[in-house]
């Protein structure tokens, strides 16, 4: 992750004093900080991801739908007697509870007599409480008509088990009572057969002390056995009279019928979630992958990068690919393009003899192509003798005006004639006509070469350099060189490779063009100047004039 899609500024090269020293570069991160424009901008370049992504999430979405269609429901009510309450309330939810209970499940399923288990049963029904004395039953089921059924069987089921459980309930009650009673005629009769042994042993006053503190006793333990008796038997006549009223008030409030189900509203959330889905996963992945890219964006981070400034920038994105032919062309009479096209004219040297510029795309060669031979159609427009060299692979500029085959050749460009050159795809490094004395025939450029650029006027070439191979042929062919960038396409060491390459060759660094620069970049481009070319380049320095700094605004087309 570079300090570029960071938002923040990249190391700055710094230059150890004397000639031709060796860079000590350090990082020296003084920029800012992510900020909200950053992230829109990245959102905005990657609109076509996002985008894709919300689609695909609509249609994943509504597909969901299609494959997995709504399911046949039926529900019923049911009116519930629930007793005295301690808290009203409270015996609804112990009833819905109890419908959803594996009892309840059972009963159903036997009822059914459905091959599946309990648990399968249980997952297509709910019971939701709708008042503190009415449950509804939901049931899910294949089709409409098996809905009904199951409602209807599972209310049945669940009115007959709560019924029973009611009835159990009660035993229960009536058995605790008996207990309660039983205890209490124990405690009376271990008080009768004691007066009755002690009323059979030989008269003493403690004998007679002893009958006069248990009568009293039996007479208690007989009176509250008495109420006891009553007490129970109200208390079973009441649970009696409950149970029978909650077990006989209790009924199907009603009958099962079907749901209405809408084809439309599944359809609208299952799309909407999909589209919800995909659109965060499609904003999520622009975001991150612009935080974690190692691509160069700003005209600072390209100027630093290149050690040399970026004196235009343009935003034509749309430009990045351009029709072939006639149509190519068309599109540069005008806009970004033609800006382009009259900076390049104003990089041109100057003086007498053949005026030569090399034009160096790192990463898309179609744009650098199009400018070049707008460029060349535009100075022969003016009746100057313009050679163009494509040394690119594919020849995309020669493309342009319907040329493929190697060879010196002549092309009618608008109106007017020029020259245009193509190596021999088998030449790795074509040697142009601009050496002062070559030494070797290796060295020596072709004869239609040599004859075509002798009688020039301007020598217009663009080539790639690659890491791999030599750039020494580079100053056979120009002595200055522009370097076309787009931006978010290449990387820190991608930029320095090439400007490495134009300066070990020989050649001027003049400047560097950034295509597609974004809205929010407000740096300035101006690098610092590599310790091999010693120095940056300004319009000044091609005139013999003293180069001072502000001299870099006086050229035209300044991005």
Not at 56 to 82: C, F, Y
Not at 286 to 304: G, Q
Not at 306 to 321: C, D, E, H, N, T
Request: hydrophobic residues 45%.
């Amino acid at each position: 992750m570079t300090n570029a899609d960071l938002g923040t500024r990249a190391p700055r090269p710094k230059v150890s004093n004397g000639d031709h020293g060796v860079a000590d570069v350090l990082a020296d991160v003084d920029g800012d900080l992510v900020s909200l424009r950053f992230i829109g901008e990245a959102l905005r370049r990657g609109r076509r991801v996002w985008a894709g992504l919300a689609l695909v999430g609509l249609l994943l979405g509504a597909a969901v739908w299609v494959t997995h269609p709504p399911v046949p429901e039926a529900s019923t009510t049911l009116l519930l007697d629930v007793g005295p309450e301690g808290q009203p309330g409270t015996a609804i939810l112990n009833d819905q509870v109890m419908a959803e209970s594996r009892g309840v499940a059972a009963n159903a399923l036997r009822a059914l007599g459905l091959a599946q288990s309990i648990e399968d049963l249980q997952s297509t029904y709910t019971a939701d409480v709708v008042t503190d004395r009415v449950l509804r039953l939901t049931v899910s089921a294949p089709t409409s008509t098996e809905a009904v059924s199951r409602a209807n069987a599972i209310a049945s089921a669940f009115l007959a088990f709560r019924a029973d459980q009611l009835r159990k309930q009660q035993t229960l009650q009536f058995e605790a009572l008996d207990k309660v009673l039983s205890q209490q005629e124990l405690n009376l009769a271990t008080i009768t057969a004691r007066i009755r042994e002690v009323s059979g042993m030989p008269a003493t006053p403690s004998q007679v002390a002893a009958l006069s503190s248990l009568r009293p006793r039996r007479d208690r333990a007989e009176n509250a056995l008495v109420e006891l008796k009553s007490q129970v038997n109200a208390t079973k006549a009441t649970a009696e009279r409950t149970t029978a009223a909650m077990v006989g008030k209790s009924v199907v409030l009603d009958r099962a019928s079907p749901l209405p189900q809408s084809h439309l509203k599944p359809l609208v959330l299952f799309s909407v979630a999909g589209l919800i889905a995909g659109l965060s996963a499609g904003l999520a992945l622009v975001i991150l992958r612009a935080l974690i890219s190692d691509r160069l964006r700003r005209r600072d981070d390209v100027a630093l990068a290149l050690g040399a400034p970026v004196m235009l920038s343009i935003r034509a994105k749309r430009l990045s690919r351009p029709g072939t032919g006639r149509r190519g062309l068309a599109a540069a009479r005008g806009g970004d393009v033609q800006r382009v096209v009259e900076f390049l004219r104003g990089t041109l040297p100057t003086g007498s003899g053949c005026r030569a510029l090399a034009v160096v795309p790192v990463d898309n060669t179609r744009i650098a192509a199009l400018s070049l031979v707008s460029l060349a159609a535009s100075l022969a427009q003016e009746n100057a003798r313009v050679v163009v060299a494509d040394l690119c692979s594919g020849a995309p500029a020669a493309k342009l005006v319907g040329l493929q085959r190697p060879g010196v050749h002549a092309a009618r460009v608008e109106g007017v004639q020029i020259e245009v050159v193509i190596p021999d795809p088998q030449e790795l490094a074509p040697v142009g006509p601009l050496l002062p004395a070559p030494t070797s025939t290796e060295m020596r450029p072709g004869r239609q070469l040599a004859e075509a650029c002798e009688s020039s006027d301007v020598l217009l070439t663009l080539t790639t350099l690659d890491p791999s191979l030599a750039s020494d042929h580079l100053p056979s062919w120009a002595a200055d060189a522009v370097v076309v960038v787009t931006a978010g396409r290449s990387s820190w060491t991608k930029v320095h490779a090439c400007g490495e390459l134009i300066r070990l060759a020989g050649t001027r660094l003049v400047s560097a063009v950034l295509v597609g620069a974004d809205k929010w970049d407000e740096s300035l481009g101006v690098g610092t100047a590599s310790p091999s070319s010693g120095r940056e380049l300004s319009s000044a320095d091609r005139d013999g004039t003293p180069a001072t700094p502000l001299d870099h605004g006086r050229v035209r087309g300044r991005g």
